[in-house]
């Protein structure tokens, strides 16, 4: 009889633990529980100390948090023919924690599948030069296109940001003489500019210099001036015009 009673005592004293440990749960502050009663979703649970029914009840906790997802390199044809490859990184998060348990199989898996998918479909849809200078305007349409085929699991896409471009190495190479070039052509078009001012600047002081013969006197003799100072032996007259007329 001693031996019964003990087995007695242990064995219900393991059944109040498993009791205990099924019955009480404890959500942190970023989950939320979704409560399942033979199978139908009753409810969703707050953080804290929480109690469910043992064996009719089970809970699935739901993380809230933003969830980072890198999007593995993909190959992409752009809209000029430009074979390349690029990835991506995802930010995300649970807005609904019964939908993303009740309407999807698994929503990480499935999100990760989705964005991978439009990035290849999106950047396809434009041209190299466009892709590398407008990636801000191409993130904006990929964020608008996840979120709202996303919306109706409950996950809301954040952002997303395209990390790596790779090209092909003769495409680099092409870029590289493209970008010389464009330096080149805008120092030809500089100097050229600074050619018209000089010109124009000589025009207007050629044309104030023959208005005013007192100001023509003192460039010369400001020019005499800087000529003297050099410390040259030869010193140039200018005389003007009319002098030799009367020769």
Do not use: C
Not at 207 to 214: D, G, R
């Amino acid at each position: 009889m001693l031996e019964f009673g003990m087995g007695t005592l242990f064995f219900l004293g393991f059944l109040a633990i498993f009791i205990l440990k099924s019955s009480v749960k404890i959500l942190k502050e970023w989950e939320r529980g979704v409560v399942l009663r033979f199978g139908r979703i009753i409810g969703v649970k707050e953080p804290g100390l929480r109690f469910i029914i043992p064996i009719v009840d089970d809970m699935r906790k739901m993380e809230l948090r933003t969830v980072t997802m890198d999007v593995p390199s993909q190959d992409v044809i752009t809209i000029d023919n430009v074979s390349l490859k690029l990835n991506a990184v995802l930010y995300f998060r649970v807005m609904d924690p019964v939908k993303a348990l009740n309407d999807i199989q698994d929503y990480y898996f499935a999100t990760s599948q989705l964005a991978q998918t439009t990035l290849r479909s999106v950047v396809g849809q434009f041209s190299l030069d466009h892709l590398l200078s407008k990636r801000d305007e191409i993130n904006v349409k990929l964020q608008d296109i996840l979120d709202e085929s996303t919306n109706s699991w409950g996950i809301k896409v954040e952002n997303v940001e395209m990390k790596h471009i790779d090209l092909p190495k003769e495409m680099q190479r092409a870029i590289a003489k493209e970008a010389e070039a464009e330096r080149e052509r805008r120092a030809k078009v500089i100097s050229a500019e600074g050619e018209v001012q000089r010109a124009e600047k000589l025009k207007a002081a050629s044309i104030t210099l023959a208005e005013s013969p007192s100001a023509l006197q003192l460039a010369y003799l400001q020019t005499l001036n800087e000529i003297s100072g050099e410390g040259t032996n030869t010193i140039v007259f200018p005389l003007p015009l009319e002098l030799t007329e009367t020769f």
